[in-house]
């Protein structure tokens, strides 16, 4: 198949270096991704199959200049270096007039992932609501609401823990409740949420209450409340201890009257974690079958560190353990997200298990701050000017802007309207149009905060006008 490869002059090394086996055709004009489809009106493409434009060009109707010309034209990745990876799969993929080619991989990618490992549930050992469990599914979340202001916080932190990828939303009780409060509670949850249900409390008037409301499982049964099991009906059970040989002990005495058992060794937060999974591997060790749940919030609500690779990791070792069920919450702003984090970790997890490799290149990742590859640049510095920082201000006589991140969404507030949106573009483009500024530092200032703005929405953190990015990383 003969491929060419259509570029501009800044990337033409690297998509001949990159490239190989494609021919390669360079515009007269610095940056590829202002090539457009008149700019090739008058090229003839006789004797290609394919013609791979740059990637940023998505904007514009290739599928009409495909018409025209009588020959296949899409787009290629983004980034030249990409175009190694791209080549090989020409005749094993579609690529498209509208997704660049690189991020059209990626998720063909995770589509297979995803169908490969949900595949797998078809060998589990039992079902909790409809949620398979054990055997050789992936670990299903446990998502566990420790609180709510009131019921209609209660139902959205049900659809949020839902649209995150939990499998099970889990009501954690208080030590101290009130009955009524319960009962309304648990009615409120069953008819609420689409997900199976769980309660978390050692209390068997909260275990006799949540019987009678239908919840498909009861955490967490010890030595201390096992006269709770003669309240259980048909729910699944959650057996919790430290010491092993009670916990076998346990799990063979609930074996008895309930039919599905799940054992928990208990994950301490640092700096017992080692420990605790020690125990988790003895349990294992000493009992092959029965479905094992790890406390993942554990460790990442008693810890200052960022919830993403705290979870990757858990959720590596939990595999590795045989876990069946990876139990979080988000309690605090610095763990919000771990139930869509965890979702994807048991994705990764079982993806490297069966692929008998490391738990990357998936089509499905965790990263967010940094990334898999560094892509090459290239700028000649011959002549060059040393920025330099003016501290002059003048305000713009047409007002100033207020901005804030409200539930995800850019607030942009001046003295002539409010601008709403979720990207910084588009918020800037509305406020030109607008004519809301006059000077072209205020501009550049507008700029500069909506994309802060924007940032810190990505990833849920809050938005402070004028001050500086902070990643959170300790600098001398």
């Not at 940056?31 to 998505?58: H, Q, R």
């Not at 595949?119 to 609401?145: Q, T």
């Not at 609180?147 to 499998?167: M, N, P, V, W």
């Not at 800037?428 to 507008?446: E, G, P, Q």
Request: proline residues 3%; negative net charge; charged residues 30%.
């Amino acid at each position: 198949m003969r491929v060419l490869l259509v570029t501009g002059k800044l990337a033409e090394e690297m998509v001949r270096k990159y490239g190989k086996g494609a021919d390669v055709k360079v515009y007269n004009i610095d940056i590829a991704a202002f090539i457009t489809p008149s700019m090739l009106e008058n090229e003839d493409f006789s004797g290609y199959d394919l013609v791979l434009v740059p990637g940023l060009t998505y904007s514009h109707n290739w599928e009409d200049f495909e018409r025209r010309k009588g020959v296949k034209v899409r787009l290629g990745p983004i980034h030249a270096y990409d175009l190694q990876h791209v080549l090989k799969l020409i005749g094993k993929v579609e690529f498209s007039h509208k997704i660049p080619a690189c991020r059209l991989v990626e998720s063909l990618r995770a589509e297979e992932t995803l169908r490969e490992i949900d595949a797998l549930d078809e060998d589990c050992a039992f079902e909790i609501g409809g949620v398979k469990v054990g055997g050789s599914s992936r670990m299903k979340v446990v998502a566990e609401i420790a609180s709510f202001c009131d019921f209609d916080d209660l139902r959205a932190k049900i659809d949020h823990y839902t649209e995150s990828g939990a499998d099970i939303i889990d009501i954690g009780v208080p030590l101290e409740f009130d009955k009524e409060w319960l009962h309304k509670t648990l009615k409120i949850a069953v008819d609420h949420s689409k997900l199976p249900l769980s309660i978390d409390t050692f209390s068997s008037k909260a275990i006799e209450i949540a019987v009678k409301h239908g919840v498909d499982m009861v955490m967490s049964i010890s030595m201390d409340n096992l006269k709770a099991l003669d309240l259980i009906e048909n729910q699944a059970v959650v057996v919790v201890e430290r010491d092993i040989d009670g916990l076998l002990n346990l799990v063979e005495r609930v074996g008895e009257k309930v039919e599905r058992v799940i054992a928990d060794p208990i994950l301490d937060p640092p700096l017992k974690v080692a420990e605790s999974i020690g125990r988790y591997a003895e349990f294992r060790r000493r009992d092959e079958k029965t479905p094992l749940l790890l406390g993942a919030g554990n460790v990442t609500e008693l810890s200052d560190a960022d919830s993403i690779g705290i979870n990757a990791l858990l959720a590596f070792i939990a595999e590795e353990l045989k876990c069946n069920l990876l139990f979080t919450t988000e309690a605090s702003p610095k763990t919000f997200g771990s139930v869509r984090e965890l979702n994807i970790a048991s994705y990764l997890a079982k993806a490297a298990k069966i692929r008998n490799s490391p738990p990357k290149d998936a089509g499905v990742s965790l990263l967010a701050l940094k990334e898999k590859v560094r892509y090459e640049e290239r700028v000649e510095l011959d002549d060059f000017v040393r920025a330099e920082e003016t501290r002059e201000f003048v305000r713009d006589p047409l007002g100033d802007f207020i901005i804030q991140v409200v539930d995800g969404k850019i607030v942009c507030k001046h003295d002539r309207m409010t601008i709403v949106g979720e990207k910084a573009k588009e918020v800037a483009d509305t406020a030109i149009k607008n004519n809301l500024l006059s000077r072209l530092d205020h501009a550049a200032y507008l700029g500069r905060e909506l994309m802060k703005a924007e940032i810190a929405a990505l990833l849920k953190k809050s938005y402070i006008q004028d001050r500086e990015l902070n990643f959170g990383f300790y600098q001398k």
